[in-house]
């Protein structure tokens, strides 16, 4: 990647090796590639303390997105049938139980164990990637990305195929980390004096499937400005919860339990002050405006 996919100017070497930096929008990126498919034997994540970790924060989060969308496709044009949803990295299936009961949701997730642990609780779900494991033909009102599209390398060819499988007027949901929250802005201080840790963890260094790009507001309405999509509303999300804490920063199985245990304490304490400050997650809520 050597352009900004934001405004195409020049990407400049950033604050790691691996970092960029658009000196023109600001526009934050990687070098980093995923290693999805190639995982160690039981995957390279703790997946029962990821899930413990996440689920509390998620269903809440998912939950106001639900009522965000509901709203936002009031206005679609009525078809038969229920409208049709498309949860894509749906993981653990928390947003499809969220949605199913409104939508015809349907999900697609890479990660084979995920993908079956998942199905096997009777929900559906597609393993593989989009926009593969979605057929030509297929049409959907609305297309959610939650915590996913600042993982995949080729942003642009991934919103142009939202644009090609959404209904006109659909939907595009987008649900990611914002580079202007505390804590990111934190984890750029800690590392200009030495303590690279936090600026790491947030872009998922040695994961799976790690951050290749760090969004903002301006950043996305200018990249899905170019696939036809018009910025309709954006919502600023919660990133911490004391619920399931331990296990958030302990499911990277590098971190020893006393570590996981003291960082714990820390964040736990200054989730009060974090509550007033600007959220480090952002929804954007995108209409194909292509036809509709």
């Known amino acids: 990647m050597s352009n900004c996919p934001a405004c195409n100017g020049n990407l400049a070497n950033g604050l790691r090796t691996w970092h960029r930096i658009c000196a023109t929008c600001g526009y934050e990126g990687s070098m980093l590639n995923a290693h999805i498919l190639d995982q160690a034997p039981g995957g390279d994540l703790d997946e029962v303390a990821r899930e413990d970790a996440l689920e509390s924060l998620r269903r809440s989060n998912f939950r106001r997105l639900g009522k965000m969308i509901d709203r936002l496709t009031s206005c679609l044009p009525s078809h038969p049938g229920r409208p049709r949803l498309l949860d894509v990295g749906c993981a653990h299936g928390w947003f499809i139980e969220q949605t199913r009961d409104r939508y015809d949701t349907i999900g697609i997730e890479p990660d084979h164990a995920v993908a079956l642990a998942t199905a096997a609780r009777g929900l559906p779900v597609r393993e593989g990637f989009f926009p593969a494991a979605v057929q030509p033909h297929e049409r959907?009102?609305?297309?959610?990305?939650?915590?996913?599209?600042?993982?995949?390398?080729?942003?642009?060819?991934?919103?142009?195929?939202?644009?090609?499988?959404?209904?006109?007027?659909?939907?595009?949901?987008?649900?990611?980390?914002?580079?202007?929250?505390?804590?990111?802005?934190?984890?750029?201080?800690?590392l200009r004096i030495g303590r690279p840790g936090a600026f790491d963890r947030l872009w998922q260094v040695g994961f799976p499937s790690p951050h290749v790009h760090y969004l903002d507001s301006q950043s996305m309405r200018k990249i899905a400005g170019r696939h036809g999509?018009?910025?309709?509303?954006?919502?600023?999300?919660?990133?911490?919860?004391?619920?399931?804490?331990?296990?958030?920063?302990?499911?990277?199985?590098?971190?020893s339990p006393l570590k996981a245990a003291l960082m714990a304490f820390v964040v736990a304490c200054a989730v009060p002050v974090l509550a007033v400050l600007p959220p480090d997650i952002e929804a954007w809520f995108l209409r194909n405006s292509q036809g509709a």
């Open 140 to 190: 959907f009102d609305v297309i959610v990305f939650n915590d996913v599209l600042e993982h995949i390398p080729d942003i642009h060819a991934t919103l142009e195929a939202c644009r090609q499988h959404l209904v006109p007027g659909g939907l595009l949901v987008v649900n990611a980390p914002n580079r202007g929250g505390v804590l990111y802005g934190i984890s750029r201080r800690l």
């Open 229 to 255: 999509f018009s910025m309709t509303e954006t919502q600023r999300l919660p990133s911490i919860s004391i619920s399931g804490l331990y296990s958030r920063i302990r499911y990277s199985k590098e971190v």
